[in-house]
Nanobody, 129 residues
Framework: QVQLVESGGGSVQAGGSLRLSCLIS????????MGWFRQAPGKEREDVAL????????YYADSVKGRFGISQDNAKNTVYLQMNSLKPDDTAMYYC??????????????????????WGKGTLVTVSS
């Protein structure tokens, strides 16, 4: 059984940085789609970034492009989200999620939060102005 555990959240001032970690326990396979998603109070969950473990290909929401970076360390079974130039609008609960296989569905649509099968419990990020 695969479990995901997030860490690294906290409070930071605008312009600061944080690195989130997602520790994967259990066997998920060598080709899987890992992602970070977030949900702000009173808002719908939204996509942040994806990484395909087979190739290392990455995908980002427009709102975080150029500021956030997703990466993986297979030796540590960990996926990271480096967040730079943080803004108050980045305040949210951040979740790690996974789905075995490609980051695209059968219709070549990039996966979204509704497509992910395995979820962590989240880590809170608060950015103050």
């Amino acid at each position: 059984q695969v479990q995901l555990v997030e860490s690294g959240g906290g409070s930071v001032q605008a312009g600061g940085s944080l690195r989130l970690s997602c520790l994967i326990s259990g066997y998920i396979g060598s080709r899987s789609c890992m992602g970070w998603f977030r949900q702000a109070p009173g808002k719908e969950r939204e996509d942040v970034a994806l990484i395909y473990s087979g190739s290392g290909s990455t995908y980002y929401a427009d709102s975080v492009k150029g500021r956030f970076g997703i990466s993986q360390d297979n030796a540590k079974n960990t996926v990271y989200l480096q967040m730079n130039s943080l803004k108050p609008d980045d305040t949210a609960m951040y979740y790690c999620a996974a789905r075995r296989g490609s980051c695209y569905d059968d219709n070549w649509r990039l996966l979204s939060y509704g497509d992910m099968d395995i979820w962590g419990k989240g880590t809170l990020v608060t950015v103050s102005s």
